[in-house]
């Protein structure tokens, strides 16, 4: 594993849709590139993806039941169990109105009116004659010409309920059911200096950074069990999260997702700046000894490392997990990103890498004597 392979790996996430509660391209995609460093994949029942690699203490097969102990053949459980989240959901539209060519949208999760007047999309049809149209329904978002418009209409956003796909054809529009799912298009884009643009970088780069570090895990030893889990519909509410947590039963976690990289017109206090390494969490979500224990890893293997200030709810998977059961002690790790929620958003590739390799030295340095002493943090 390497940053060139992160960067495969991060392209092609990012270049298939996923939508909350439509997740099946992209998690088809997560199994596909995960295989290779994983002793087990499979998918959940609401389709969040589990790949499972076991410890040197673990045992040989990842579906036990939840909550049961990890035995090893000879009978002794494993140090514990590690659960890595990072959510493959998207934002996007949601078919709420059909007019011929003309579709009427509401919004899945946070998509921004702002960013999405002309942009092109990708319709995910289901009613009839849908089938003939796999890959989906080319469309977009139009405008209305400032020559038409008033000063007064020219100076304002276009509100989501006054935007309208156009699929050019009043005949592809039969094809459109009520409900249907919709992605914006966003190139992957390597730019100068280790930038790359792209669609659903929130939170593909946690999902990349994830499974890299299931790849340099691979040279390494490590005693626990480890279940990195890419889970569905966070930008709607951590369902995927809550679940998965339930069926792992971790004894610790780590969500990756990403936060507000420093951006022109905002506060440095909102933001932090990127190239700069992971983004370690600290606040009432994450766990004091999940964070002392990140924080001495980073800085024993010379990583250098941004520390958040995370008031209260973090709107992540962090969320959801860290109050499955009777409560697991979570951390969360960030990607800088800037334009988050747009359909180009912008991160430092060489993060996304950094964020891989402290994952894969933070699971190569646990053993039983730290979920023992883990209480003692609080």
């Known amino acids: 594993m390497d940053k060139v392979e992160i960067g495969r790996m991060l392209r092609r996430l990012t270049q298939a849709d996923g939508l909350s509660g439509a997740e099946e391209r992209v998690g088809a995609v997560v199994q596909e590139v995960v295989r290779p460093y994983a002793a087990e994949v499979r998918v959940t029942p609401l389709g969040s993806v589990i790949a499972y690699e076991p410890g040197t203490g673990g045992h040989e097969s990842g579906g036990s039941e939840a909550g049961a102990p990890a035995e090893t053949a ?7 169990r590690l659960m890595l989240a990072a959510h493959m959901d998207e934002i996007g539209l949601i078919v709420t109105r059909v007019e011929g060519s003309f579709l009427h949208v509401g919004r899945v999760g946070g998509a921004d009116p702002r960013s999405l007047l ?25 405008s209305r010409p400032p020559h038409v418009l008033s000063e ?4 304002k956003v276009v509100p989501l309920d006054a935007l309208r796909v156009d699929l050019g054809s009043p005949a592809l529009g039969a094809s459109v059911r009520v409900g249907d799912r919709i992605a914006v298009c966003g190139d992957y884009t390597e730019l100068l200096g280790g930038r790359v643009a792209s669609k659903a970088l929130d939170d593909r780069a946690g999902v990349a950074a994830m499974l890299g570090a299931l790849g340099y895990l691979a040279g390494m030893q490590h005693s626990w069990d480890v279940y ?5 519909q966070e930008e709607v509410g951590e369902m995927g999260a809550a679940t998965a947590a339930f069926g792992v039963a971790p004894d610790i976690a780590v969500a990756i997702d990403v936060t507000f990289g420093d ?13 700069k390494g992971p983004v370690i969490g600290w606040g009432p979500n994450m766990h004091p000894g999940m964070v002392k224990k ?17 008031p209260g709810h973090s709107g992540t998977d ?3 997990i860290q109050v499955s059961r009777e409560g697991v002690p979570t951390a969360l790790v960030g990607i800088a990103v800037r334009y988050m929620h747009s359909a180009t958003e912008m991160a430092v590739l060489a993060d996304v890498d950094r964020t891989a390799r402290l994952l894969a ?7 039983g004597e730290f979920l023992a002493h883990l209480p003692e943090e609080v």
């Open 152 to 155: 007064q209409e020219r100076s």
């Open 74 to 80: 000879a009978g002794r459980a494993a140090p514990g």
């Open 318 to 320: 962090a969320w959801a």
């Open 294 to 310: 990140l924080r001495e890893v980073a800085d024993d293997i010379e990583l250098a490392y941004v520390s958040e200030p995370v």
């Open 228 to 232: 990195a889990v890419a889970t569905i």
């Open 263 to 275: 951006t022109p017109g905002l506060d440095d206090t909102e933001t932090v700046e990127m190239d």
């Open 118 to 142: 002309a942009q092109e999309v990708t319709v995910y049809a289901t009613g009839p004659g849908a089938d003939k149209y796999p890959d989906g329904l080319p469309g977009y978002i139009g």
């Open 361 to 367: 030295a933070f699971i190569s340095r646990l053993d």
